[in-house]
């Protein structure tokens, strides 16, 4: 069983700033890619950033500038450092990680923090 569970989600005015962190638990024996990805109301879920198990960082164009990813693997924790936040920015965020167990590899996703940001 592995589990991703996300927090830092909230409500922030145009401009300000918000830090998403999720950590990964339960049966692991290491994590690949990590990454976070977003879903506005009537859109598809898209990819906003993603990080590689060795540091190598992957950003959608839209975020490229404000927002940084990064991760902690002695807690197998990951973060999105949200800055210049925008209306547009408004989603639900969810996690993603790529978790070796001891009988295979799998992606594994998190139920997802709400972030709106009122203009």
């Known amino acids: 069983q592995v589990q991703l569970v996300e927090s830092g989600g909230g409500l922030v005015q145009a401009g300000g700033s918000l830090r998403l962190s999720c950590v990964v638990s339960?049966?692991?024996?290491?994590?690949?890619?990590m990454g976070w990805y977003r879903q506005s109301p009537g859109k598809e879920r898209e990819l906003v950033a993603t990080?590689?198990?060795?540091?190598?960082?992957n950003y959608a164009n839209s975020v490229k500038g404000r927002f940084t990813i990064s991760r902690e693997n002695a807690k197998n924790t990951v973060y999105l450092q949200m800055n210049s936040l925008k209306a547009d920015d408004t989603a639900v965020y969810y996690c993603?990680?790529?978790?070796?167990?001891?009988?295979?590899?799998?992606?594994?996703w998190g139920k997802g923090t709400l972030v709106t940001v009122s203009s």
């Open positions: 993603n990680a790529n978790v070796v167990s001891i009988y295979r590899a799998m992606n594994y």
């Open positions: 339960g049966n692991i024996l290491s994590i690949n890619a």
């Open positions: 990080i590689t198990s060795g540091g190598s960082t």
